[in-house]
T-cell receptor, first 113, second 113 residues
Framework: GNSVTQMEGPVTLSEEAFLTINCTYTATGYPSLFWYVQYPGEGLQLLLKATKADDKGSNKGFEATYRKETTSFHLEKGSVQVSDSAVYFCALSDKATGNQFYFGTGTSLTVIP | NAGVTQTPKFRILKIGQSMTLQCTQDMNHNYMYWYRQDPGMGLKLIYYSVGAGITDKGEVPNGYNVSRSTTEDFPLRLELAAPSQTSVYFC????????????FGPGTRLTVL
């Protein structure tokens, strides 16, 4: 079946530190992969996505590369800011299962000045 | 565009009461979804719809019902509220199935006492 496993949090970093949040997946077909961000009290917002192997998604300084050989989609940012404090969700959608979305459990990030 | 809107934002129910969570989108998306988010558990799909008049069960449908009489609206009904239904509920919509993102509403926080 389909599933997403995310690095457990919470993660606390100092401003300008390097961020990596690990995400691995299991899928029956050829999934599209997503990172969503949830700020306190709000719904989820798409951060970036990749629809095929070796694609790199990027947005707001965040990047993630679709690695089929390691079934991974790790999120990275070179220099985090206080405003990046949020919960980050890795997700996949798979055409083989009606393109339903499967979400990881989320990783809470706090960036301190 | 308002995007995806949900009402109410907060609600407290007594065990056995019923209520309807409203969801409306103004983006003319065919596909709509209901999720629940429990602490540390990520998002679980309750029901989804691929168009007006068509709905299907997700991962955790028990205790809920949906209808989709128009493209815009996708209400979620709780008939006999139970404490296990205490959660945050998110509605989402998507323009198509094939690898496209889902757009989320702000959520409804429901407590059943």
């Amino acid at each position: 079946g389909n599933s997403v496993t995310q690095m457990e949090g919470p993660v606390t970093l100092s401003e300008e530190a390097f961020l990596t949040i690990n995400c691995t997946y299991t899928a029956t077909g050829y999934p599209s992969l997503f990172w969503y961000v949830q700020y306190p009290g709000e719904g989820l917002q798409l951060l970036l996505k990749a629809t095929k192997a070796d694609d790199k998604g990027s947005n707001k300084g965040f990047e993630a590369t679709y690695r089929k050989e390691t079934t991974s989609f790790h999120l990275e940012k070179g220099s985090v800011q206080v405003s990046d404090s949020a919960v980050y969700f890795c997700a996949l959608s798979d055409k083989a299962t009606g393109n339903q979305f499967y979400f990881g459990t989320g990783t809470s990030l706090t960036v301190i000045p | 565009n308002a995007g995806v809107t949900q009402t109410p934002k907060f609600r407290i129910l007594k065990i056995g009461q019923s209520m309807t969570l409203q969801c409306t989108q103004d983006m003319n998306h065919n596909y709509m979804y209901w999720y629940r988010q429990d602490p540390g558990m990520g998002l679980k799909l309750i029901y989804y719809s691929v168009g007006a008049g068509i709905t299907d069960k997700g991962e955790v449908p028990n205790g809920y019902n949906v209808s989709r009489s128009t493209t815009e609206d996708f209400p979620l009904r709780l008939e006999l509220a139970a404490p296990s239904q205490t959660s945050v509920y998110f509605c989402a919509s998507s323009p198509q199935l094939d690898g496209n993102e889902q757009f989320f509403g702000p959520g409804t926080r429901l407590t059943v006492l």
